[in-house]
T-cell receptor, first 110, second 111 residues
């Protein structure tokens, strides 16, 4: 069974304090690993898709990396507006659906 | 721009009522999905559809049904609402095996 585990559950940082969120996964043949951002009361907003180990993608202060067992979302010099829940999901080869982790709730204090 | 629209953002229904949640996408996507999201349980797939009139059960289909009569519209039906169906419901769509895009969510409270 495909599984995704995210850690930590919650993370509180000061503005400008860089850190990383972890997503560990087991999947029967990975087609893609997805990162989403979710603000309170809203639907998930797509950030990145990673397809193979060694791949990296960047968007503003966020950088996602992928290995064969896990993905990291690195946040560099975060700002309060980066506060959100970050969700990781995997899609197996041949599957349409995503399997999600529980999410990491990130709070950036000014 | 990608657009998935859920017509009702907040609903309050009584136990036993039949509830319809509507979702429309304007991107000509083949696949559409219904997830529910609960604290501590994350997003769980209820049903998905890969074509008009086609559907497949997800991980938690019990108590739900779906309808897809047109490509752009995917409805989630609660035949007889129960309090344990109080949740946030998320509709999503995608082209075949591509990125899945989500709507804003529908908050359903069953009293």
């Amino acid at each position: 069974e495909d599984q995704v585990t995210q850690s930590p559950e919650a993370l509180r940082l000061q503005e400008g304090e860089s850190s990383s969120l972890n997503c560990s996964y087991t999947v029967s043949g990975l087609r893609g690993l997805f990162w989403y951002r979710q603000d309170p009361g809203k639907g998930p907003e797509f950030l990145f898709t990673l397809y193979s180990a060694g791949e990296e993608k960047e968007k503003e202060r966020l950088k996602a990396t992928l290995t064969k067992k896990e993905s990291f979302l690195h946040i560099t010099a975060p700002k309060p507006e980066d506060s959100a829940t970050y969700l990781c999901a995997v899609q197996a080869r041949g599957a349409q659906k995503l399997v999600f982790g529980q999410g990491t709730r990130l709070t950036i204090n000014p | 721009d990608v657009k998935v629209t859920q017509s009702s953002r907040y609903l309050v229904k009584r136990t036993g009522e039949k509830v319809f949640l509507e979702c429309v996408q304007d991107m000509d996507h083949e696949n559409m999905f219904w997830y529910r999201q609960d604290p501590g349980l994350g997003l769980r797939l209820i049903y998905f559809s890969y074509d008009v009139k086609m559907k497949e059960k997800g991980d938690i289909p019990e108590g739900y049904s779906v309808s897809r009569e047109k490509k752009e519209r995917f409805s989630l039906i609660l035949e007889s609402a129960s309090t344990n169906q109080t949740s946030m419901y998320l509709c999503a769509s995608s082209l075949s095996r591509n990125t899945i895009y989500f709507g804003e969510g529908s908050w359903l409270t069953v009293v």
